[in-house]
């Protein structure tokens, strides 16, 4: 079968998808890409397309959705299917670069765990009985990646492109997916990506916000097994 490669979103990494690994890699090669070593969204697709095999099925959370999208920019002949979970084909704003310098000027004083805890951390979730559990996750994942990973991370997303013309230009089976209470991107953006990629599917995920792999896994790891066989 195809191999999977997933990408993690900012400051997270393969525990992410630790339960779409588990129910996904008994048939397949499952590949957990890192998002940390480089400060740009279009290097960080031509690491991932030098060590990837030469045709995959791709699926991207947040930050790895974006880069996801580069790398079908890039080179769409090796890319057989496409998922886009809970991320953001547009530029950044102005407004949301204006809030990244102060964050970054905070990390590099010392105070990850804080921009963490105040300012990321409180708009991943929905309210959720897992919500403890999870958000304990995330500050582990961040604080293991560390501040270097967050500045880059930080550049990388400020300067990406708009990959709405990437989106019109697919034709390959695509799964549109979010939680139905993501505030950081919303339903309405995945609405108007799945109307850009010709026979793309969309499913909203109920009960989970930005992080719908770890709040809600068995939604989304059924969602990713129904676009995986199409």
């Not at 998808?17 to 008994?26: D, E, M, N, Y």
């Not at 886009?84 to 990390?107: C, G, H, S, Y």
Request: net charge negative; with cysteine.
């Amino acid at each position: 079968m195809t191999p999977l490669v997933l990408l993690p979103g900012m400051m997270c990494d393969a525990r992410l998808f630790a339960p779409q690994v588990a129910a996904l890699s008994g048939c397949r090669t499952v590949i957990c890409a890192s998002l940390a070593e480089r400060s740009s969204v279009e290097e960080l697709a031509l690491d991932i397309l030098a060590d990837a095999p030469q045709c995959f099925a791709l699926a991207g959370l947040s930050m790895g959705g974006i880069v996801a999208m580069e790398i079908l920019r890039q080179a769409p002949e090796r890319v057989e299917r496409i998922a886009l979970l809970d991320t953001n084909p547009l530029a950044e704003t102005d407004e949301v670069k204006a809030r990244r310098i102060p964050q970054m000027m905070a990390v590099k004083v010392g105070k990850l765990s804080v921009i963490m805890r105040d300012e990321m951390k409180p708009n991943y979730l929905s309210e959720g009985p897992r919500r403890g559990e999870v958000l304990d996750l995330c500050m582990d994942m961040a604080l293991d990646l560390g501040p270097h990973v967050f500045l880059n991370q930080s550049r990388a997303l400020m300067d990406r492109s708009d990959q709405t013309e990437t989106l019109r230009n697919a034709t390959v089976p695509a799964l549109i997916l979010c939680g139905r209470e993501d505030t950081l991107c919303p339903v309405a953006r995945h609405e108007m990506m799945a109307g850009l990629i010709p026979g793309a599917r969309l499913e909203i995920i109920d009960g989970a916000g930005h992080l719908p792999t770890l709040e809600q896994p068995e939604k989304t790891n059924a969602a990713l097994a129904r676009w995986l066989e199409e």
